[in-house]
């Protein structure tokens, strides 16, 4: 008997349930969007070519572990700067020049200060504040306790929150 996942239909059915979370992932890991495209897409090639003994409920979690492995792969010795793009200010008539000065420098500093959170408490932060997932579906998808989630936001909220000070 052929397992379902090499029906094309369930096959682009787990591709639309599980790519963007999985591109988000990658890319909280990697600081660079078209590394995780790429990945997301070779992940989902591996999982074609191994589709008759990959069982669909394991679907989800062979993405994340082929793509942790393609990941730590391609960039062992690689340091990327993440990038955030800018949300346009509808208000940005009425703000005063250095207001929106100060503006940039704390969201550059800011970003700074997440880049530089050590990989697991980033990866966990912009999970949960960008994707706005839960700790719970955190730990899902990162193979964790969900206490290892609450420390690792609780550590990396503690840094962001000594950088805020200090600005």
């Avoid at 349930?17 to 890319?27: D, V």
Wanted: hydrophobic content about 40%; proline content about 2%.
């Amino acid at each position: 008997m052929a397992n379902g996942i090499c029906e094309e239909s369930i096959f682009k059915s787990v591709f639309l349930k599980h790519s963007e979370g999985l591109r988000n992932f990658l890319y909280y890991k990697s600081k660079d969007l078209n590394l995780a495209e790429d990945l997301v897409q070779e992940a989902f090639a591996k999982l074609w070519e191994k589709c008759e003994s990959v069982e669909l409920e394991k679907a989800k979690s062979y993405l994340y572990t082929v793509s942790s492995n393609l990941f730590l792969n391609k960039v062992a010795h690689q340091k990327v700067v993440l990038k955030f793009e800018k949300a346009p200010h509808s208000e940005k008539d009425e703000q005063t020049p250095h207001f929106l000065l100060e503006e940039q420098e704390f969201k550059s500093k800011l970003e700074k200060a997440i880049s530089d959170l050590p990989e697991k408490q980033r990866i966990v932060f912009l999970m949960n504040r960008i994707d706005q997932k839960k700790y719970r579906e955190i730990a899902e998808e990162l193979g964790i306790s969900q206490k290892a989630v609450e420390k690792r936001m609780h550590l990396a909220l503690s840094q962001l929150r000594k950088i805020h000070n200090n600005v």
